[in-house]
């Protein structure tokens, strides 16, 4: 099987689990079906291009849209997944995303998005009190960990508010903010598995 789009660590996981066992925490030996999800899910994320939906779509940017929605999803989905295995609080979610680099990603969007019309039409649609003051604050110039921009994309879209046909959303920036949000959160998950790997392997010596 092909290890294209894994994480980069997940092969030499695999290679411990069946020559050093005992290299590997005992409890992650018993959620190794969790975890190959995991890596399963974030490969997905990572390996989506577009989807095909067919010609009944053709000339529309309706495939364009829906793969970059589809992208958010799915890598949000895959990083929800990796903070549960790992039992990670908000305060270790927030130290997982890089600062000085969540901060160069935050200046990008915001460039992407000047007028603020993604971010304005996720929380116009956001239910939860909370999370709504959140994506004002973001709105408002203050910065937010990008997995809540993600989780706020996803639950969204989960629940049917943002479509190909959501008014005055760009499918450019869309497209733009959906690979800068995925690409920096899988590139997280990454470079903490790969560490915690090493660190593993350090400690077993």
Sequence with gaps: MSNSNYPKAWSRFNSKKRESPSD??????SNFDKLARWAARFRLAK???ALDLGDHYAGTNTPRLYSA??????????FETYCKIFSLNQSQVSQLQDEQIQDTIIDSIRKLDPQNTFSSFLEEHLTSNT????MRDFINGQDVDISFLAKS?????????L?????NLSVKCV??????????LLNCMDKDFDKRLEEWVTTAV
């Design 163 to 167: 479509s190909a046909h959501s008014p």
């Design 47 to 49: 390996s989506l291009k």
């Design 131 to 134: 999370q709504k003051q959140m």
């Design 175 to 184: 497209e733009e903010v959906s690979q800068i949000i995925s690409n920096f």
């Design 24 to 29: 590997i925490p005992v409890e992650l030996i």
């Design 69 to 78: 929605i589809t992208r958010i999803f799915l890598t949000y989905s895959a």
């Design 153 to 161: 994309s996803r639950h969204i879209f989960a629940h049917g508010e």
